[in-house]
Structure formats: C-alpha cells, structure tokens
Nanobody, 123 residues
Framework: QVQLVESGGGSVQPGGSLRLSCAASGSIVSIYTMGWYRQAPGKQRELVAE???????NYVDSVKGRFTISRDNAKNTVYLQMNSLKPEDTAVYFCKADVYSGLGVIRGRGNYWGQGTQVTVSS
C-alpha cells in the first residue's frame, strides 16, 4: 500500500558527512509528519529529527547544529543531512511517515516505516 525506501547510509570517519534519503511510494493521498529515527545496538529506537508538512522541524538535542532534515513534497521524499558525524551517531537509521493513503473510498491513515540503513562512524 505504502512503501518507504531509504538510501545513503554507509561508513564515514568522525567529522565526516552523509546524506540519507527516504522516498515514499504507493497509494498516497497526503503525507503529514516525516521523521528519522535511529537504533544503536542494545539501545531503544530514538527520534532523531522530524518535519511536518508545513516544514516545522524538531531535533533531538544531541544532533542540533549538525543534522538538517528537509523534505520534497513533490517527490514524497525526506532527507537527513548529517555533518560533523561522531562515533555515537553509529546506528541503523529508519524513516517514518504519517500517511493518508488509499484508493477511491477505501482510505486510511497510518504510520509507515522504512527498512533501515546502517550508518557507521569510525576511524
């Protein structure tokens, strides 16, 4: 019905940069808030950043000033520009979207997740 596909993860040295992308597809009517979460080994999944359909953003304190979330509504895509990466940013990053979807009279709203992309920051 709705699929989210992430890309852009990888390995980088401390201080480096990566840009994550997440494209939504399917029977999409509207996308509300889109966000990025991460989960490190042995830790709970946490919100990294989110952006509303009106481009209001919210960041976890640990990434403020280093990460920037943005979205292209025409492409149903959300981005996460990550600069000044630190080893503690190492995690699997997931995108999430609050989507109103469906065809004809069969429509509904729900949260959808991507499959995750690995980000490793190490020297």
């Amino acid at each position: 019905q709705v699929q989210l596909v992430e890309s852009g993860g990888g390995s980088v040295q401390p201080g480096g940069s990566l840009r994550l992308s997440c494209a939504a597809s399917g029977s999409i009517v509207s996308i509300y808030t889109m966000g990025w979460y991460r989960q490190a080994p042995g830790k709970q999944r946490e919100l990294v950043a989110e952006i509303t359909s009106g481009a209001i953003t919210n960041y976890v304190d640990s990434v403020k000033g280093r990460f920037t979330i943005s979205r292209d509504n025409a492409k149903n895509t959300v981005y996460l520009q990550m600069n000044s990466l630190k080893p503690e940013d190492t995690a699997v990053y997931f995108c999430k979207a609050d989507v109103y979807s469906g065809l004809g009279v069969i429509r509904g709203r729900g949260n959808y997740w991507g499959q995750g992309t690995q980000v490793t920051v190490s020297s």
